[in-house]
T-cell receptor, first 113, second 113 residues
Framework: GNSVTQMEGPVTLSEEAFLTINCTYTATGYPSLFWYVQYPGEGLQLLLKATKADDKGSNKGFEATYRKETTSFHLEKGSVQVSDSAVYFC????????????WGAGTKLIIKP | NAGVTQTPKFQVLKTGQSMTLQCAQDMNHEYMSWYRQDPGMGLRLIHYSVGAGITDQGEVPNGYNVSRSTTEDFPLRLLSAAPSQTSVYFC????????????FGSGTRLTVV
């Protein structure tokens, strides 16, 4: 079945550091891929998405590229800020999933000033 | 404001009590779902609905009931609360699963003692 694997956290970085959060997936066909962010005490928000191979999703300085050959969708940001501290979830939706998202376990990101 | 509204935000129940978590959306979304979020386990799907009058089970449906009598509302009922149901519950909705992604409510933190 479909699955998503994220790097375990917490990930602790200094402000202005480069960020990578790894996400790999297992799925048949061509799923859509998503990154969601959860700020403390809030619900999840869609950060970015990609619906086909080689697509790059981007938002708020974050980027992720849909890599079919490596089944990956790693999240990157060139210079993180304290306000980026949150939990980040990678998710996929299979081509035949009837709306269902398969979630990674989440990666907590802590940015120190 | 358009979005997903969950009530209550916090609730403490005694073992064996029943209650209903409310979820309402005003975006005319066809798809609605309930998740629970536990530390280290990411999001787990409880029940979902693809339209009024249509519901189905997710990954962890035991102990919960849902109904969808209108497009706007999707309440989650705990039949006989157990300590294992202590969790944060999120409601999410979507117009099209493959399109804009899910909109989440801000969550209900439930403690069963």
């Amino acid at each position: 079945g479909n699955s998503v694997t994220q790097m375990e956290g917490p990930v602790t970085l200094s402000e202005e550091a480069f960020l990578t959060i790894n996400c790999t997936y297992t799925a048949t066909g061509y799923p859509s891929l998503f990154w969601y962010v959860q700020y403390p005490g809030e619900g999840l928000q869609l950060l970015l998405k990609a619906t086909k191979a080689d697509d790059k999703g981007s938002n708020k300085g974050f980027e992720a590229t849909y890599r079919k050959e490596t089944t990956s969708f790693h999240l990157e940001k060139g210079s993180v800020q304290v306000s980026d501290s949150a939990v980040y979830f990678c998710a996929l939706m299979g081509a035949d999933s009837n709306y269902q998202l398969i979630w990674g376990a989440g990666t907590k990101l802590i940015i120190k000033p | 404001n358009a979005g997903v509204t969950q009530t209550p935000k916090f609730q403490v129940l005694k073992t064996g009590q029943s209650m209903t978590l409310q979820c309402a959306q005003d975006m005319n979304h066809e798809y609605m779902s309930w998740y629970r979020q536990d530390p280290g386990m990411g999001l787990r799907l409880i029940h979902y609905s693809v339209g009024a009058g249509i519901t189905d089970q997710g990954e962890v449906p035991n102990g919960y009931n849902v109904s969808r009598s209108t497009t706007e509302d999707f309440p989650l009922r705990l039949l006989s609360a157990a300590p294992s149901q202590t969790s944060v519950y999120f409601c999410a909705s979507s117009y099209s699963g493959q399109g804009p992604g899910y909109t989440f409510g801000s969550g209900t933190r439930l403690t069963v003692v």
